[in-house]
């Protein structure tokens, strides 16, 4: 209207809600006022605008100046296509007659929900352009389509609706100005028909809508676009509708795209739909506010609000507090942690369960049933997602030719998922594309840069060095991505993508960054950061050690640990994301440093701590300086996997990458001396003492070469093993405690707790029983503590032994059996020899048929490894059941484990 006045506009002349009424002047007044004005327009040809900002006649399609309303509520005393009508609906109004403009809902829909946007000038019909919102388990997706109303000249009545709880009889009146039926909306999409799991998600909101009593209720589901928000909310939202007769609303405020509905707009769309006449609508988000919750009190309404941008967009939507017959039920990307009063739902991907049937429901469940492997597969590079398992299932299901695995090959391509997960109108990667548009740009680059690391997860001091920024800039970062589910925490100080998330952020950084120099930068100061770290707790594992003074120097000076147990904490924290990042640096630029990350990662090695993942990088860092010829790394890659390999019992492969490591680089002061030392305890396993002997004097020459006294230590313990078995029992133990005593000056405690494990084995070969058991428990606690499983079921082992010796074969039996349960990280070998000790400490308890057993086992490992004289464990195995042992079951044995081969033992120093 002219001047843009309103029913209402004027001071002190505001509408109540249906139940209050206007002053009569007041009323009369302003209906006056509003003839004469639409008289002028009829004269003058003036054309009416419903909404402030739309063009006359021109396109109403959702800009922020438009409004969105419900198709069945067009209403309003200017929306009926002319001047003449709106000043023959004001006549009818001022008489209290029933108001023509308002309709009741159409005939509930169960397939979309319609919204249009009104336009009339005085030729034109008014036109409603309707947008569809389809809800699916996956996400929603709008699909466009249009509908056009002719305006009639008789003005339309209200449709009764066909529901028939939502039909029954409420609380309210009559309009208390026009005396025409409340208008009682039913906008929310159709329910999803194969909405599958969420369980306790739906009853946990189900509970809170419908649980009796006063208070206003305002539940917001939140999550990364594609898990499933508006699914759920309009499932939860249909089976509530019952405790809400008094209608629901329902509007989509597009918060992840780049043009979010306003307030105003939304709120004018809220009004109509609930029979306010369009020239009762003030103008302004605050007016509109109050207008909207003075109509919603006395209701029982629910107001679904899908898709929002964050608490301010909502906030003048939800209902008032003194509305207690109403709920808002929200979905947005965006944590809504700052909305008072508020209940939240942090909704996280599928289980494997009910991602399956969400699958087979789509598909087929006989389909699904056939190739099961492969659905979960296919499930797998879904990452779970509904709105992905949902496009990944349309796309089978639309191609009967397909197998599953067809379609799991298709998705095991890393580089080609995205673009794989596609079917019509559906796409994850344009759900993720909403989310991205709208970030700032230092949020993009984070977002970008972060998806470049391969690790399962990331700490914070990880992130920060990967996006060079200091601890407390990046967490602020990091925080806002989480606010807005394209990140989530997962303990305190770490964070992860969702797998799909992550191929998007990584395409979205090969997209958009270039050159590819800030890419590769954003990579090495990780390296730099794991390296320079992992150096500090070698260093601090190792003190004396001068290997560290070896490595490539790195840009990050690293973390700092005030202690021994915050340094392992961290190492094994950081594991998964340490290897994969040395995994990542095979590169001309940064393979050295990857190597070195490896080796001052040697605790993960002796730990059996990622064995796999430790192996492939060591083969792809060797690999790649191979083609380079780059021999120094070559080197330094075969000797952490010789390292590896002779802790995991694989002795002939061992052997092999130790030899050729110290070929092809004999200078390097980190190979010259740790490959040998490795390669005298290979030799020792494979029962060649004479090559054990001379590996670790040619080690222990290289390490007192350069000063490192703990080298030393380690290579004098290796010695101290090889004397006793040799039959020099006094040199070895005398060489044990040099060991200890130098691991004690230096204060290197798990270093010192390898010493006095070797000691007790020297003392025990003595026959020095009581102390022999000192070291090995202390030895026991520290290697506990250091979280180290293998050399814990080797102590174990040990003990048994020990208390053989000492004839008490109870406390064998007992430590046999732990080292048994601990020793599955050592490697057939070692459970050969804990098995042949289990066995006699059995039957040195009487126990023959459990001895028996052991024994057998003993005697099929020693075949499947090919020993060449299985005699001994052959003979114990085929003790009768009457034979009495009268003699010390250890000391009666030159060799406790004769015959059955020696363990893989060193220390973890080497």
């Given at each position: ?17 249906p139940e ?24 003058g ?31 309003g ?43 009339a ?12 919102k ?5 996400g ?9 109303h ?8 209200p ?33 999803v028909?194969?909405f599958?799991?969420r ?7 189900s ?13 917001a ?29 329902y ?43 003075s ?24 209902p ?10 929200i ?8 909305l ?9 991907v ?7 049937a ?31 398992i ?56 984070a ?9 399962p ?10 996006l ?13 991505l ?23 952020a ?11 120099a ?46 021994s147990?915050a340094a ?35 605790d ?105 006294e703990?080298?030393?230590?380690s ?9 006793v ?89 007992m ?7 601990l ?36 005697a ?14 052959r ?12 003699r ?23």
């Amino acid at each position: 209207m002219v001047g843009n006045k309103r029913l209402g506009d004027r001071e002190g002349c505001t509408a109540s809600g249906p139940e209050g009424t206007w002053r009569d002047e007041e009323a009369a007044l302003a209906l006056s006022e509003a003839r004469i004005e639409l008289e002028w327009e009829r004269s003058g040809g003036a054309e009416i605008v419903t909404e402030r900002g739309g063009a006359p006649g021109g396109d109403s399609g959702g800009d922020v100046g438009d409004v969105t309303v419900p198709g069945s509520a067009v209403s309003g005393l200017a929306a009926q296509g002319t001047a003449a009508q709106g000043t023959a609906a004001l006549d009818t109004a001022a008489l209290g007659a029933e108001t023509a403009a308002t309709t009741a809902p159409d005939t509930e829909t169960t397939a979309t929900t319609t919204t249009a946007t009104a336009t009339a000038t005085p030729d034109t019909a008014t036109t409603a352009t309707a947008t569809p919102k389809t809800a699916g388990s996956g996400g929603a997706t709008d699909s466009r389509g249009a509908a056009t109303h002719a305006a009639d000249s008789t003005p339309r009545q209200p449709t009764p609706h066909t529901d028939a709880e939502l039909a029954g009889p409420t609380a309210l009146h009559d309009h208390p100005l026009t005396g025409a039926p409340v208008v009682r909306p039913a906008q929310l999409p159709a329910a999803v028909a194969d909405f599958t799991g969420r369980a306790d998600a739906v009853r946990q909101l189900s509970e809170l809508l419908t649980v009796g009593g006063g208070g206003q209720a305002v539940l917001a589901i939140a999550g990364t676009g594609g898990i499933g928000k508006t699914a759920l909310a309009v499932h939860v939202a249909h089976a509530a509708r019952r405790h809400f007769p008094d209608g629901q609303l329902y509007i989509d405020l597009r918060g992840a795209g780049p043009s979010p509905a306003e307030p105003e707009a939304a709120l004018g769309a809220f009004l109509r739909s609930l029979g306010t006449p369009d020239a009762a609508i003030p103008d302004g988000a605050e007016e509109r506010a109050a207008l909207y919750r003075s109509a919603l009190k006395s209701r029982r309404a629910l107001i679904l609000l899908d898709n929002a941008r964050d608490a301010a967009q909502i906030l003048p939507l939800l209902p008032g507090d003194d509305t207690g017959g109403c709920a808002a039920l929200i979905t947005s990307r965006t944590n809504m942690a700052g909305l008072e009063g508020s209940h939240l739902v942090d909704l996280d991907v599928m289980s494997p369960a009910e991602a399956f049937a969400l699958f087979a429901r789509i598909v087929g469940e006989e389909r699904a049933s056939v190739e099961r492997d492969e659905v979960m597969d296919v499930l797998a590079s879904c990452g779970f997602l509904p709105l992905a398992i949902r496009i990944a299932a349309c796309r089978l299901a639309s191609r009967r030719t397909w197998t599953v695995s067809v379609l799991a090959r298709k998705l095991a391509d890393e580089r080609r998922r995205l673009d794989e997960l596609r079917a019509g109108d559906l796409a994850v990667k344009a759900s993720f594309e909403l989310g991205y548009g709208q970030l700032e740009p230092q949020q993009a680059r984070a977002f970008r840069l972060l998806g470049l690391a391969d690790g399962p997860d990331i700490s914070l001091p990880a992130a920060a060095a990967v996006l060079d920024l200091d601890d407390e800039s990046a967490a602020e970062l990091l925080a806002s991505l989480v606010d807005i589910s394209l990140l989530e925490p997962t303990v305190p100080g770490r964070y992860r993508f969702h797998d799909l998330v992550r191929l998007y952020a990584r395409a979205c950084a090969e997209r958009d960054i270039q050159p590819t120099a800030e890419r590769e930068a954003a990579l090495s100061r990780l390296l730099d950061f794991y390296l320079a770290t992992a150096a500090q707790v070698y260093a601090l594992e190792r003190p004396g050690d001068r290997t560290v003074s070896h490595f490539q120097v790195t840009d990050h000076p690293g973390l700092r640990f005030g202690s021994s147990g915050a340094a392992l904490d961290w190492l094994f924290s950081e594991a998964d994301g340490l290897i994969t990042c040395a995994l990542q640096g095979t590169g001309t630029s940064t393979r050295r440093r990857a190597a070195d990350l490896l080796m001052a990662a040697l605790d993960l090695a002796e730990s059996g701590a990622r064995s796999p993942q430790y192996e492939t990088a060591a083969r792809s860092i060797s690999d790649a300086a191979h083609t380079a010829k780059d021999f120094r790394t070559e080197a330094r890659a075969r000797s952490a996997l010789g390292h590896l390999y002779s802790f995991a019992g694989r002795f002939t492969e061992a052997d092999r990458e130790l030899r050729r490591a110290l070929e092809l680089a004999p200078d390097d002061p980190v190979v010259a001396s740790r490959a040998p030392s490795q390669l005298s305890t290979v030799a020792y396993s494979q029962e060649r003492y004479e090559d054990a002997e001379t590996f670790v004097n040619q080690a222990l020459a290289a390490y007192r070469a350069e000063g490192n006294e703990a080298g030393e230590a380690s290579a004098l313990s290796n010695l101290a093993r090889l004397h006793v078995h040799r039959g020099r029992t006094g040199t070895g133990v005398n060489l044990a405690e040099q060991s200890v005593s130098i691991y004690r000056r230096l204060g290197a405690p798990l270093r010192l707790a390898n010493a006095m494990y070797t000691l007790g084995i020297t003392l025990t070969s003595v026959g020095r029983l009581d102390e022999a058991l000192d070291q090995l428990h202390q030895a026991l606690g520290t290697f506990r503590e250091a979280r180290q499983p293998l050399w814990e079921g080797m102590t174990h082992f040990r003990l048994a032994e020990t208390h053989l010796a000492a004839n008490r074969p109870a406390k064998a039996v007992m430590h046999a059996e732990r080292s048994l349960t601990l020793g599955g990280l050592g490697g057939e070998w070692r459970r050969l020899s804990f098995l042949t000790v289990h066995g006699k400490a059995l039957m040195a308890l009487g126990q023959q048929a459990r001895a028996q057993e052991s024994w057998r086992e003993a005697a099929a490992i020693r075949e499947r490894l090919n020993s060449a004289a299985p005699e001994e464990v052959r003979r114990l195995s085929a003790t009768t059941p009457g034979i009495q042992i009268n003699r010390h079951p250890i000391l009666g044995h030159p060799d406790p484990l004769q015959g059955t081969g020696h363990l893989s033992e060193t220390d973890p120093a080497t």
